[in-house]
Structure formats: C-alpha cells, structure tokens
C-alpha cells in the first residue's frame, strides 16, 4: 500500500536502558509491516538511556535495518533527548505568562511557575522512570505530529502463526483515535455501550505470554504464602482477605502460557488487567492531555492512562496478539535483584497515593470528559494533589510486612530486608513526593506538549519535518485481513543516531 504522506504519522517507542539490538530488529520489522499494510509513515523512536558500549551496539542495529518506504528512525541518546526537552521546557515557560496570584489546588501553577532543571528532572531523571520515559515519547509524538503512540518494550518479541511474526500494531491501527462506531467493524467482538459510540478509542491493547511481568516468580517458588502475602500488599487500604487474594491470582501473569491461534479484539471499556505497556496503543487526544506519573525507581507507574481511560468512560479494544515476555541476564546479578526488588517496595509504596487517585476517577466517572469527550487535566491533577496528604501509617505496615517476608524466605530476600531498614523514612519520603511531582507535571503538560509540537526532535529534523500541527484523526485505510500476512518480515529504513531519515 502507498504511505499517504499528507496524513499524520504513527508513532513506534521502544524506550531502553539495555543491550537489545533483536528487540531493535523485532520493532523495527513491525514499523516496516505498518507502513506496507495500513500505508501509514512510522516514526521508529528508540530512546536510548543504556551505556555508551551498549549504544555502539544499538547504532549498528539500526544502521542493519533496511531501507523501507514510510519508514522514519530516530534513535536518540540522553544527550539529544536532554537537548529536546531544554528547547521544549524553555518555549513552554516563555509562553507561558508569570502566575499573579500563589497557585492554589484549584488554581495550580502554570509552567512558568515550575522550575526548568524541576520539570527537566522529572521528564529526564538520573534514575529509572517507567513513567517519564514513555512522556519523553509522547513529546517526540507530539513533536513530530504523531496521531498516536504505539509503545513496546525491549526485553520482549513477537509471537509467530505458520513462520510469520503476530504483530500487534494490526489492531492498533483498525481502530486507535477513530469512533467507536466507526472502528466496530474492524474488531470480532463488539459490547460496548451504544451510549459510547461516537467517543473515539483511546487505548488499545494487549498483553504478555511467557514470565511473570514482575520478577517475583522464585519467591512464588520458594514459598506460596509469602508470595501471596507480599502481592497482596499492593492492595488498596482495607481490602478483605478475599479482594486480596484475587488480587494476587491476577497480578502480573499476563494472558499466561497459550500461543496464539487465531485474531480475538474486542471493543468496549478496556479489560485493564490484560493490556500491558510492553502491548499497548494510546490516541494522541488522550497522551497529549495528561502524562504518567514521573515516579523514579517504580514499576508500575506507567499504567495510570489505564485507569483513566477505563473511569472516564472511553472506548478501547482488547486483543489477543500478545507479546511473548522474558527476562534479561542484568536482573540476574546481585546488583539487578537489589535495583528491581527496590523499584518494586516503592511500587507497593505508591498504592498509597494512587488507589485514592483510581477511587476518585471512578467517583467522577464521564465527567472526566468535556463536552468533546477529552479528558480534563485540571481534575486529574487536582486528585493527585490531594491524595500526597494520605496517612503514611498504611506504608509503615507495608514496610514491616515486607520486611518480615523477606526473613522468612532467606538468603539474598534477608539481605534486602537488611538494605532497605535504613532507607525506610526516605522510601516514604520519595513516594509522597513522586505524587506531588505527578501533580506538578499535570498542571505543566498542555504547554509542554504545545511547546513541543514547535520544536524540531532533532536539528536535523528542521529541514525534514515541519512544525507539527496538532494532528486530526484519520480513519485507518482497510489493512489485509488477520492472521499476519505471509512473507511481512521487511525492516525499516536507516538513520544514524540522533537523525531522522525520511524513506517515503
């Protein structure tokens, strides 16, 4: 199919801090699949935060990939993503006139109010950020005039029917950002609401085959009941021993061990408990209006647009076409167990602020929408702000109960008992504040996306894409039918890193 330029663009994110020059492979096939069969032009972003070895490695990879008609690859490093994001924050605060009045939960503070090298932190941390990688990506979409992200991870791959790869970006396409009414016919099931029809689809997803998504498969080896203990923590306050061990039997499993066989997508609210962000396609409409939360050194905290697009009423589709998931060798070593059982205490820590946020959206309901069906920021940063004022002694628990699991397992599981008793208070300290910042980032997000859609991603892009303009939404051309075509394992065209290199 011919790429139809005059229509915006997609766009691919694989963000990493890890060798994975196959996943680069893998995605990039996907991207090159996408423009053939939809004639869509794919930005391939790979925002790479590994080691400079590793990014040698990344930069052969992408140099490997063919040329594809449609097919834009911009693999940038922290330095020029840095660089981005300095020009974006420096437009947005000059854009943005000076508060005249102390801001207020009601009256937040403009981005002019919020520090650059603040706001530069929290989309750029030192550290790990599931949540602030992917607003990195949406600001390169909206910089790029992207109507949609499409998001994957690098230590997963693709299944296969009959040789060939199971792309998920086949139903991506059919139906993200157009009317529910309009994307029924694209989809095998339909149950949605007819009261839902004319709201366009804001997510749609799947999930994982293959490892537990959370490395916590050797505690659930070495001992049940402290695996259902310690996934239960993640509960919400006051939940009944029953709520809990749901909980736990849906936690983290993903769509278990079944290969795929056959298309199933389904429209109606979105089954949030099977859509992973390895797995997952969000509309513009709704990324460009409220980030994720910025928390640092935190799994989990990339699914918040999951709840919000669930409670505030908008379509999504669910499919089968998941990705198979593994873990890579850095988790392990000694070094990768204490980082990822770290970011998994603050995860539990984080349910504090965030079940009152989830309890807020579902109490609003559809009036998270304006009358155009757009979410409404002001209220998201609004229930942030005043969940960081939550007692802190449901945390103190938490800690405590970890604490004694992890005892009674032994071994390396004593020892990060041992090593996170002295980092208790600033642990509590770190998950108050990472609620605040979500607030802060809220209030700042619609001049920074604005900023964005102003700012070349890179200088290299000044001569090749124009200032974008806020994308409309277009109708997904009819792709080939379902199962993955035969002999679709083409890959994208090639761009040195940091450059974006138009093959259409």
């Not at 979500?438 to 900023?451: Q, R």
């Amino acid at each position: 199919m011919t790429v139809d330029l005059a229509a915006p663009g997609i766009c691919l994110a694989l963000p990493t801090n890890r060798s994975c020059a196959p996943a680069i492979a893998d995605v990039g096939a996907e991207a090159a699949w996408a423009a053939r069969e939809f004639g869509v032009r794919v930005h391939l972003l790979i925002l790479d935060s590994a080691d400079a070895a590793t990014r040698a490695e990344h930069e052969k990879a992408v140099a490997d990939l063919p040329v594809v008609p449609g097919v834009l690859v911009h693999h940038l490093d922290e330095e020029q993503q840095r660089a981005f994001l300095r020009s974006v924050i420096d437009r947005a605060r000059t854009a943005t006139p000076a508060p005249t009045a102390t801001p207020t939960p009601t009256t937040p503070a403009p981005t002019a109010a919020a520090g650059a090298d603040r706001l530069l932190g929290l989309m750029l941390p030192d550290t790990v950020s599931y949540g602030a990688c992917t607003n990195r990506a949406f600001l390169f979409a909206a910089a790029l005039g992207c109507s949609s992200l499409h998001r994957r991870d690098s230590d997963s791959t693709y299944q296969e029917l009959d040789g060939e790869p199971v792309f998920p970006i086949h139903h991506e396409l059919r139906s993200i950002g157009r009317r529910a009414a309009d994307a029924a016919p694209a989809v095998t099931h339909h149950t949605l609401d007819p009261a839902h029809a004319a709201k366009p689809v804001a997510l749609v997803g799947s999930s994982f085959i293959g490892e537990l998504s959370v490395d916590l498969g050797e505690v659930r080896a070495l001992d049940p009941e402290v695996y259902e203990e310690v996934v239960g923590l993640w509960a919400a306050t006051g939940s009944t021993a029953e709520e809990r061990r749901k909980l736990v039997a849906d936690s983290f499993t993903g769509n278990g061990t079944d290969p795929f066989t056959h298309d199933r997508a389904v429209l109606d609210l979105p089954d949030i408990w099977r859509i992973d962000m390895c797995n997952i396609a969000l509309d513009h409409e709704l990324y460009e209006r409220v980030p994720l939360p910025p928390a640092t050194d935190t799994i989990g905290s990339d699914y918040f647009l999951h709840h919000l697009v669930l409670n505030a009423g908008l379509p999504g589709v669910t499919h089968n076409r998941n990705i198979v998931n593994h873990y890579t060798s850095e988790r392990r070593t000694d070094a990768g167990f204490l980082a990822y059982q770290l970011r998994f205490t603050k995860f539990l820590l984080s349910m504090l602020y965030l079940h009152p946020v989830y309890d807020a959206l579902e109490a609003a309901g559809g009036a998270l929408l304006d009358e155009d069906h757009h979410v409404r920021p002001g209220a998201v940063a609004g229930f942030a702000r005043r969940a960081a004022g939550e007692d802190r002694a449901e945390n103190h628990r938490r800690l405590a109960v970890l604490d004694r699991a992890y005892r009674r397992l032994g071994g390396r599981y004593a020892d990060f008992a041992d090593h996170l008793l002295p980092r208790r208070e600033r642990l509590l300290d770190e998950a108050q504040a990472d609620i605040e910042a979500f607030a802060l980032l809220v209030d700042a997000w619609g001049p920074l996306v604005a900023a964005a859609r102003a700012v070349p991603p890179t200088p290299s892009d000044a001569d090749l894409l124009a200032p974008a303009a806020a994308p409309a939404t277009v109708p997904a051309p009819a792709p080939r039918s379902v199962p993955a075509p035969t002999g679709a394992s083409g890959r994208p065209g090639r761009s040195t890193t940091g450059r974006s290199t138009a093959h259409a």
